[in-house]
Protein backbone atom coordinates (compact mmCIF):
# COMPACT_ATOMS: atom_id res chain seq x y z
CA UNK A 1 0.00 0.00 0.00
CA UNK A 2 1.08 3.40 -0.38
CA UNK A 3 1.56 6.32 1.98
CA UNK A 4 0.88 9.59 1.25
CA UNK A 5 2.30 12.81 3.21
CA UNK A 6 0.44 16.29 2.48
CA UNK A 7 1.79 19.79 3.32
CA UNK A 8 0.84 23.32 2.61
CA UNK A 9 -2.28 23.76 3.66
CA UNK A 10 -3.28 26.89 5.47
CA UNK A 11 -5.13 29.93 5.54
CA UNK A 12 -5.61 32.73 3.03
CA UNK A 13 -7.12 35.69 1.81
CA UNK A 14 -8.72 35.91 -1.61
CA UNK A 15 -6.68 36.14 -4.45
CA UNK A 16 -3.88 34.40 -2.86
CA UNK A 17 -1.84 31.51 -3.39
CA UNK A 18 -1.48 28.18 -1.39
CA UNK A 19 0.91 25.24 -3.04
CA UNK A 20 0.35 21.31 -1.52
CA UNK A 21 2.54 18.93 -1.79
CA UNK A 22 1.96 15.31 -1.32
CA UNK A 23 4.66 12.84 -1.22
CA UNK A 24 4.25 9.19 -1.92
CA UNK A 25 6.21 6.37 -0.22
CA UNK A 26 5.66 2.36 -0.74
CA UNK A 27 5.27 1.03 -3.90
CA UNK A 28 5.56 4.33 -5.74
CA UNK A 29 6.88 2.35 -9.02
CA UNK A 30 2.70 1.10 -9.32
CA UNK A 31 1.76 4.78 -9.06
CA UNK A 32 -0.38 5.66 -12.37
CA UNK A 33 -2.30 8.90 -11.77
CA UNK A 34 -2.25 11.23 -8.82
CA UNK A 35 -4.22 14.22 -8.11
CA UNK A 36 -6.60 15.84 -6.01
CA UNK A 37 -9.97 16.04 -4.77
CA UNK A 38 -11.92 18.30 -2.09
CA UNK A 39 -14.60 18.10 0.25
CA UNK A 40 -16.38 21.26 1.77
CA UNK A 41 -17.97 21.30 4.91
CA UNK A 42 -21.87 19.41 4.45
CA UNK A 43 -21.16 19.03 0.81
CA UNK A 44 -19.61 15.77 -1.45
CA UNK A 45 -15.89 15.48 -2.51
CA UNK A 46 -15.16 16.26 -5.87
CA UNK A 47 -12.27 15.74 -8.24
CA UNK A 48 -10.40 19.14 -8.40
CA UNK A 49 -7.37 17.85 -10.91
CA UNK A 50 -5.20 14.81 -11.90
CA UNK A 51 -2.32 13.98 -13.44
CA UNK A 52 -1.76 10.93 -14.74
CA UNK A 53 1.75 8.64 -15.72
CA UNK A 54 1.92 10.23 -19.66
CA UNK A 55 1.33 13.71 -17.83
CA UNK A 56 -2.05 14.07 -19.33
CA UNK A 57 -4.27 16.34 -16.90
CA UNK A 58 -7.99 17.16 -15.24
CA UNK A 59 -9.39 20.14 -14.16
CA UNK A 60 -12.63 20.70 -12.43
CA UNK A 61 -13.99 23.52 -14.31
CA UNK A 62 -14.20 25.68 -11.26
CA UNK A 63 -10.12 25.88 -11.16
CA UNK A 64 -9.47 25.99 -14.63
CA UNK A 65 -7.15 28.90 -15.35
CA UNK A 66 -6.12 29.24 -11.66
CA UNK A 67 -4.76 26.02 -10.51
CA UNK A 68 -1.96 23.71 -12.19
CA UNK A 69 -1.09 20.10 -10.93
CA UNK A 70 2.28 18.61 -11.69
CA UNK A 71 4.38 15.81 -10.41
CA UNK A 72 8.06 14.34 -10.04
CA UNK A 73 8.18 11.19 -10.53
CA UNK A 74 12.04 11.05 -8.98
CA UNK A 75 10.49 12.09 -5.88
CA UNK A 76 7.09 10.22 -6.43
CA UNK A 77 5.63 13.78 -5.65
CA UNK A 78 2.22 15.26 -6.65
CA UNK A 79 2.15 19.26 -6.19
CA UNK A 80 -1.20 21.64 -6.73
CA UNK A 81 -0.49 25.07 -7.10
CA UNK A 82 -3.32 27.17 -6.43
CA UNK A 83 -3.42 31.02 -7.24
CA UNK A 84 -6.31 33.37 -7.43
CA UNK A 85 -8.07 31.80 -4.66
CA UNK A 86 -11.23 32.68 -3.73
CA UNK A 87 -13.68 31.81 -0.23
CA UNK A 88 -15.36 29.03 -2.61
CA UNK A 89 -12.34 27.39 -2.50
CA UNK A 90 -12.22 26.48 1.14
CA UNK A 91 -12.34 22.73 2.05
CA UNK A 92 -10.51 19.81 3.14
CA UNK A 93 -7.53 18.65 0.19
CA UNK A 94 -6.85 15.27 0.06
CA UNK A 95 -4.25 13.59 -2.10
CA UNK A 96 -5.13 10.82 -3.89
CA UNK A 97 -3.09 7.71 -5.80
CA UNK A 98 -4.36 5.30 -8.74
CA UNK A 99 -2.24 1.60 -9.65
CA UNK A 100 -1.34 0.07 -12.60
CA UNK A 101 -3.07 -3.51 -13.31
CA UNK A 102 -2.17 -5.73 -10.66
CA UNK A 103 -0.50 -3.18 -8.15
CA UNK A 104 -2.20 -2.35 -4.89
CA UNK A 105 -1.31 1.95 -5.23
CA UNK A 106 -4.67 3.38 -4.63
CA UNK A 107 -4.42 5.50 -1.80
CA UNK A 108 -5.83 8.51 0.44
CA UNK A 109 -3.91 11.08 2.03
CA UNK A 110 -5.15 12.32 5.63
CA UNK A 111 -6.57 16.15 4.34
CA UNK A 112 -5.29 18.81 4.44
CA UNK A 113 -7.30 22.32 5.20
CA UNK A 114 -7.34 25.06 2.58
CA UNK A 115 -8.76 28.06 4.51
CA UNK A 116 -9.72 31.49 2.23
CA UNK A 117 -11.42 34.03 3.89
CA UNK A 118 -13.41 36.93 1.99
Known amino acids: QVQLVESGGGLVQAGGSLRLSCAAS????????MGWYRQAPGKEREKVAT???????YYADSVKGRFTISRDNAKSTVYLQMNSLKPEDTAVYYC????????????WGQGTQVTVSA
Open 96 to 107: NTQGFRFCAAGS
Open 26 to 33: GDTICIST
Open 51 to 57: IDSGDNT
